[in-house]
């Protein structure tokens, strides 16, 4: 099976066609211009990116969109997480959660569509939210995000992010009911 | 000359409809579904928003967007205001603003098309952001902003809201533009 990847992202479209490959699934990687809406959850943004590639390709696409919820802060920063990370950063999130429950998640919507049928699942990593900005490694929200379980950020152990990776568990989970469902 | 306002907000229309009358336009009102992007810049929301409504109605359209801009905070809410008033809230600015320049902007981009020309322009509101929530009148960041010259926020006195509105600023100059040049 022979599916287009929406992204700009060479680092992302190895990662996650090597896990395609592993279903037997070969992607190919488009690079489309794609409108993000402004919506509230991912699965909507996802949605619409998908609907877009295929547009644009006329084939079988995949595309996702990824994002940190905290919900003592009612899911901020959430889909504009890189804006949020471009203007207040972590430093603000710090500043937002001074007194409040850390609990945090990274999210990561992935979906396909094919013209006809279209599947959107999500992947998460549940943790909470550092007291303070550690690690030098990963990029974005890494350095204030600990996963459950463990007691380093994602920047201060890459491995261990990459072991748990919200992307990776949304693209399995796609995959698998691709494959599954014989689309 | 007809002009058709892409608005859900009935409240909107009839404020900037009274605006257009002075200069002979007369507005209707349209309710289409508009795809709000994300992008850094209201103008470029506005852009898209005309095009996607001229594309529904097939006549001259205007549309407009707003958001507060906090320079300390490298534009934050900016184009993302609602959805930050939804989640942290005027508290949240009031935390990331603390020990910061408290000057900020409300802005309003006002923007035509009909299907050739395309006119974008904004209105903006100078002012700084207050050391508490107070007043309330008004809606969104209201209770946190004061603008330039004055000592009370726009929800302790709506009055000068209204005097100073950035919508007003931006709808003046646009429909300025589009009388002047005969579009």
Avoid: W
């Amino acid at each position: 099976m022979k599916i287009y990847f929406a992204t700009t992202n060479a680092h992302k479209f190895s990662e996650v066609s090597a896990l395609a490959s592993r279903f037997g699934i070969s992607l190919g990687m488009v690079e489309v211009e794609l409108v993000e809406p402004q919506a509230d959850s991912l699965r909507e943004i996802v949605r619409a990116k998908v609907r877009q590639a295929y547009l644009a390709v006329k084939k079988p696409v995949i595309a996702d969109d990824s994002g940190l919820f905290i919900p003592a802060l009612r899911g901020f920063p959430g889909p504009y997480s890189s804006f949020v990370m471009k203007t207040v950063g972590n430093e603000g999130i710090l500043r937002l959660l001074e007194g409040k429950d850390r609990g945090a998640e990274f999210v990561c919507a992935a979906g396909y569509f094919d013209g006809r049928e279209e599947v959107v699942v999500e992947g998460k990593v549940a943790g909470k939210i550092a007291d303070s900005v550690r690690g030098r490694g990963g990029f974005g929200f890494d350095p204030i995000f600990i996963p459950c379980g463990y007691e380093k950020t994602f920047a201060e152990d890459p491995e261990t992010k990459q072991k748990l990776s919200h992307r990776a568990v949304a693209f399995t989970s796609l995959f698998q009911k691709l494959v599954s469902s014989r689309i």
